[in-house]
Nanobody, 120 residues
Framework: QVQLVESGGGLVQAGGSLRLSCVAS????????MGWYRQAPGKQRELVAT???????TYADSVKGRFTISRDNAKIMVYLQMNSLKPEDTAVYYC??????????????WGQGTQVTVSS
């Protein structure tokens, strides 16, 4: 069993910054891609950013230039540095690992989510 646990959410004023962290634990042989999604009230969950183990990061157009995704493979962690936050960034942010190899097959895991609220 694998768990993803997020931290770092909170309340911040517009223009401020937050850094989200996600740590993976359990029986993990390899994680190729890690990413962040978000879901605002009444809206569908949407991709924020992804980072492959050794490739190019991707970002939603709405966060390009403001958010930076990074990872520490040794600690099995992924981070999301969020700068110049806007009220429309308010959402529950979820850590995602879509291809976790645990020795027999690949699995998709989600964290429980962390609330980010940006006040105007």
């Amino acid at each position: 069993q694998v768990q993803l646990v997020e931290s770092g959410g909170g309340l911040v004023q517009a223009g401020g910054s937050l850094r989200l962290s996600c740590v993976a634990s359990g029986t993990i042989f390899r994680i190729n891609v890690m990413g962040w999604y978000r879901q605002a009230p009444g809206k569908q969950r949407e991709l924020v950013a992804t980072i492959p183990r050794g490739g190019t990061t991707t970002y939603a157009d709405s966060v390009k230039g403001r958010f930076t995704i990074s990872r520490d493979n040794a600690k099995i962690m992924v981070y999301l540095q969020m700068n110049s936050l806007k009220p429309e960034d308010t959402a529950v942010y979820y850590c995602n690992a879509p291809d976790v190899y645990s020795g027999s097959r690949y699995y998709t895991y989600w964290g429980q989510g962390t609330q980010v609220t940006v006040s105007s």
